[in-house]
């Protein structure tokens, strides 16, 4: 049972460049999250999707943008990354009020 | 502002004795109420939640205390073991989970 799949596990990215992080659940869930992580820090709510075809900011949603694919996947998008985007980010999803974490993505800005 | 805080960032504990871990709150508002465990290089896993309307409940090892008074949250984990090392976090909640308030994490050690 996968349960949340994130992809890829590390990345390093020079100030400008995009990209995509992904994300799929096989759990069937309607809501999915993308969170940063940083040190010494909780979690912080980057986006969330509460069904498919819907999505929202969260706490703190500048300088990303997300896609809902389908029920199963949800992307997150550094269009011109920043150095201060340096972050581990999970994606979740949720039935009710468990989150269900993937493995992360460590993420470097230089 | 809401916050939902820790009183202390490490705890070392010997094995096979009790861990307490607390946490404290500032919105009382919330309905729920939840510890994640985050073993390194891992997602936060659910460990127990409780609802506002309650004042304990346990799972397996692990009970959770809710003093809505003095707004207080504490973990106990019973007979502590070597695979309970990691980071704790509690996280307050309200309606949908995105209105979720997360602390900034207890490091668990087992001495042992």
């Known amino acids: 049972n996968a349960g949340v799949t994130q992809t890829p596990k590390f990345q390093v990215l020079k100030t400008g460049q995009s990209m995509t992080l992904q994300c799929a659940q096989d759990?069937?869930?309607?809501?999915m999250y993308w969170y940063r992580q940083d040190p010494g820090m909780g979690l912080r709510l980057i986006y969330y999707s509460a069904s498919e075809g819907t999505t929202d900011k969260g706490e703190v949603p500048n300088g990303y943008n997300v896609s809902r694919l389908n029920k199963r996947e949800f992307s997150l998008r550094l269009e011109s990354a920043a150095p201060s985007q340096t972050s581990v980010y999970f994606c979740a999803s949720s039935e009710n009020e468990k989150l269900f974490f993937g493995s992360g993505t460590q993420l470097s800005v230089l | 502002g809401e916050s939902v805080g820790l009183h202390l960032p490490t705890l070392s504990v010997q094995e096979g004795d009790n861990s307490i871990i607390n946490c404290a709150y500032s919105?009382?508002?919330?309905?729920?109420f939840i510890w994640y465990k985050q073993e390194s290089g891992k997602g936060p896993q659910f460990i127990i939640d409780i609802r506002s309307n309650m004042d304990k409940r346990q799972g397996q090892r692990v009970t959770v205390l809710l003093n809505k008074t003095v707004k207080h949250l504490s973990l106990q984990i019973a007979a502590t073991q070597p695979g309970d090392s990691a980071v704790y976090f509690c996280a307050q909640g309200w309606g949908s989970n995105y209105q979720l308030i997360w602390g900034a994490g207890t490091k668990l050690i087992i001495k042992p």
């Open positions: 759990m069937n869930h309607n809501s």
């Open positions: 919105n009382s508002a919330s309905d729920y």
